[in-house]
């Protein structure tokens, strides 16, 4: 898949699930209930344990059936190695240039975290495809709506403070997605495996961001 028709399925899905899971396992079927649910876009974070065998492993079992990326990538070698698994985005929860500039070079749909408004023009003067706000529940849909202003051709994509009863006014703002974290797979739900009430969660969300985007 090229890189603009990345960027248009992400707006297209509106929905990406930001994954640290707890284990390789665990992940995996959590995974499950969220694709069973609708859930099309799935962001790894690198602090998932072994985090690029669970993305090979996606990749292998759904192909092009959800659009796969690896997040919180902090290192640059960590650029290649989601490359390898075969991510195709990539997400960092910080601004840093040596870092931005690898994302860009790497060819990927690349969403880089900033939050100033100077950070957020160099970030995208770089080069990066997606502004990242985070954390989204401390800017709120009103800072996206003031940053519209002044910056109304950046795509932004909050992530986290994101959930089902606030995710309409995100997309009111002008947001191009969204990412929701555990409030779209509770943390102690995948715990104790509960992954039926995973399923009811995403199912519910899905149909609100559905609805709003």
Not at 8 to 14: L, Q, V
Not at 135 to 153: Q, S, T, V
Not at 157 to 169: F, I, Q, R, W, Y
Request: net charge neutral; hydrophobic share 45%.
């Amino acid at each position: 898949m090229d890189k603009q028709k990345t960027l248009r399925r992400i707006k297209d899905i509106g929905l990406l699930a930001v994954i640290r899971g707890s284990s390789e396992a665990l992940t995996l079927k959590a995974i499950d209930a969220l694709v069973v649910a609708g859930v099309q876009g799935i962001e790894i974070t690198f602090s998932t344990p072994n985090a690029c065998s669970v993305v090979k492993e996606l990749s292998k079992r759904y192909n092009e059936e959800i659009l796969l990326g690896m997040g919180t990538i902090t290192k640059i070698e960590q650029v290649s190695m989601a490359i390898d698994s075969g991510a195709e985005f990539l997400v960092s929860p910080m601004f840093d240039e040596e870092l931005t500039n690898a994302f860009v070079v790497s060819g990927l749909v690349n969403m880089v975290a900033s939050f100033t408004t100077s950070e957020i023009f160099h970030t995208y003067q770089m080069g990066a495809d997606i502004i990242k706000i985070f954390p989204g529940r401390l800017a709120g849909p009103n800072y996206i709506k003031d940053l519209r202003g002044p910056f109304p051709e950046i795509p932004f994509m909050p992530t986290g403070g994101v959930d089902k009863d606030n995710v309409s006014d995100w997309f009111k703002v002008g947001v191009v997605a969204v990412g929701a974290g555990s409030s779209l797979c509770p943390k102690e739900l995948v715990k104790n495996e509960e992954f039926g009430k995973i399923t009811r969660i995403a199912k519910e969300f899905v149909k609100i961001v559905n609805a709003v985007k």
